[in-house]
């Protein structure tokens, strides 16, 4: 099994910068790609950013040119800076992996961008 940790999350004011991280551990053979996910009260889940192995990135349309997502495959971890925060991102981000074609989730950690 795959067991992911997500830490970061808190509260920040609108203009404000947060780092979320993740850090994999567990029945890891080889990684192929780790993301971020979000979900705001009532709202679906939506894929925020995501990396592959081979260094590939997408990210949502609404965070472009604000987010930035890396990994470090030493310590199997994922991040994301987050920098320009609006109001509306807001929302419980997910940590995702893919092991061996298998997903797996994170527990969630709370963003909250308010003044």
């Known amino acids: 099994q795959v067991q992911l940790v997500e830490s970061g999350g808190g509260l920040v004011q609108p203009g404000g910068s947060l780092r979320l991280s993740c850090a994999a551990s567990g029945s890891i053979f080889s990684i192929y790609a780790m993301g971020w996910y979000r979900q705001a009260p009532g709202k679906q889940r939506e894929l925020v950013a995501a990396i592959t192995s081979g260094g590939s990135t997408n990210y949502a349309d609404s965070v472009k040119g604000r987010f930035t997502i890396s990994r470090d495959n030493a310590k199997n971890t994922v991040y994301l800076q987050m920098n320009s925060l609006k109001p509306e991102d807001t929302a419980v981000y997910y940590c995702?992996?893919?092991?061996?074609?298998?997903?797996?989730w994170g527990k969630g950690t709370l963003v909250t961008v308010s003044s």
């Open positions: 995702n992996v893919e092991v061996a074609g298998m997903d797996y």
